[in-house]
Protein backbone atom coordinates (compact mmCIF):
# COMPACT_ATOMS: atom_id res chain seq x y z
CA UNK A 1 0.00 0.00 0.00
CA UNK A 2 1.15 3.72 -0.28
CA UNK A 3 -0.96 7.31 0.59
CA UNK A 4 -1.02 10.44 -0.95
CA UNK A 5 -0.52 13.88 0.87
CA UNK A 6 -3.31 15.87 -0.27
CA UNK A 7 -4.53 19.18 0.60
CA UNK A 8 -8.26 20.72 -0.27
CA UNK A 9 -9.68 23.79 -1.79
CA UNK A 10 -11.42 25.82 0.63
CA UNK A 11 -14.89 25.19 -0.98
CA UNK A 12 -17.21 27.73 1.67
CA UNK A 13 -19.06 30.76 0.49
CA UNK A 14 -21.12 33.02 2.19
CA UNK A 15 -24.04 35.51 1.11
CA UNK A 16 -22.87 37.92 3.53
CA UNK A 17 -18.91 39.05 2.35
CA UNK A 18 -18.57 39.75 6.41
CA UNK A 19 -19.47 36.26 7.91
CA UNK A 20 -16.30 34.10 6.63
CA UNK A 21 -17.80 30.17 7.35
CA UNK A 22 -14.64 27.83 9.06
CA UNK A 23 -14.30 25.08 6.55
CA UNK A 24 -13.90 21.54 8.29
CA UNK A 25 -13.26 18.28 6.92
CA UNK A 26 -14.18 14.61 7.97
CA UNK A 27 -14.26 11.18 7.19
CA UNK A 28 -16.69 8.79 8.70
CA UNK A 29 -17.82 11.57 11.33
CA UNK A 30 -13.82 11.80 12.33
CA UNK A 31 -12.39 14.97 11.77
CA UNK A 32 -8.94 14.97 9.50
CA UNK A 33 -6.65 17.60 8.78
CA UNK A 34 -6.01 20.14 5.86
CA UNK A 35 -3.56 19.05 4.59
CA UNK A 36 -3.36 14.86 5.73
CA UNK A 37 -2.41 11.88 3.59
CA UNK A 38 -4.76 9.32 2.97
CA UNK A 39 -3.91 5.61 1.99
CA UNK A 40 -4.53 3.70 -1.05
CA UNK A 41 -8.35 3.35 -1.45
CA UNK A 42 -11.59 5.37 -2.04
CA UNK A 43 -12.43 7.61 0.69
CA UNK A 44 -15.73 9.85 1.16
CA UNK A 45 -14.75 13.47 2.44
CA UNK A 46 -17.51 15.81 3.96
CA UNK A 47 -16.58 19.38 3.88
CA UNK A 48 -18.48 20.99 6.37
CA UNK A 49 -18.81 24.75 6.45
CA UNK A 50 -19.80 26.73 10.00
CA UNK A 51 -20.84 30.56 9.98
CA UNK A 52 -19.59 32.77 12.97
CA UNK A 53 -23.24 32.09 13.96
CA UNK A 54 -23.40 28.48 13.85
CA UNK A 55 -24.87 28.18 10.99
CA UNK A 56 -23.66 25.26 8.60
CA UNK A 57 -24.11 23.29 5.75
CA UNK A 58 -22.14 20.20 4.22
CA UNK A 59 -21.04 18.38 1.00
CA UNK A 60 -19.33 15.23 0.50
CA UNK A 61 -17.30 14.36 -2.24
CA UNK A 62 -15.03 11.18 -3.26
CA UNK A 63 -11.17 10.72 -3.78
CA UNK A 64 -9.77 7.87 -5.12
CA UNK A 65 -5.83 7.09 -4.62
CA UNK A 66 -4.67 4.42 -6.37
CA UNK A 67 -0.74 2.85 -6.68
CA UNK A 68 1.41 4.34 -8.90
CA UNK A 69 2.41 2.66 -12.16
CA UNK A 70 6.09 0.92 -11.45
CA UNK A 71 7.03 0.17 -14.99
CA UNK A 72 7.91 -3.64 -15.46
CA UNK A 73 11.41 -5.52 -15.88
CA UNK A 74 12.58 -8.01 -18.45
CA UNK A 75 15.41 -10.30 -17.75
CA UNK A 76 16.00 -12.81 -20.98
CA UNK A 77 18.98 -14.04 -19.12
CA UNK A 78 22.48 -14.14 -20.28
CA UNK A 79 23.63 -12.02 -23.27
CA UNK A 80 25.95 -14.85 -25.62
Known amino acids: GGSLDISFYDGCADTDPTDIP ?13 PDSLEVGT ?26 NEDPTADAGEDD
Open 22 to 34: VPTYSIGGVNISN
Open 43 to 68: HTITLTCTDPYGADASDNFVVTIIEP
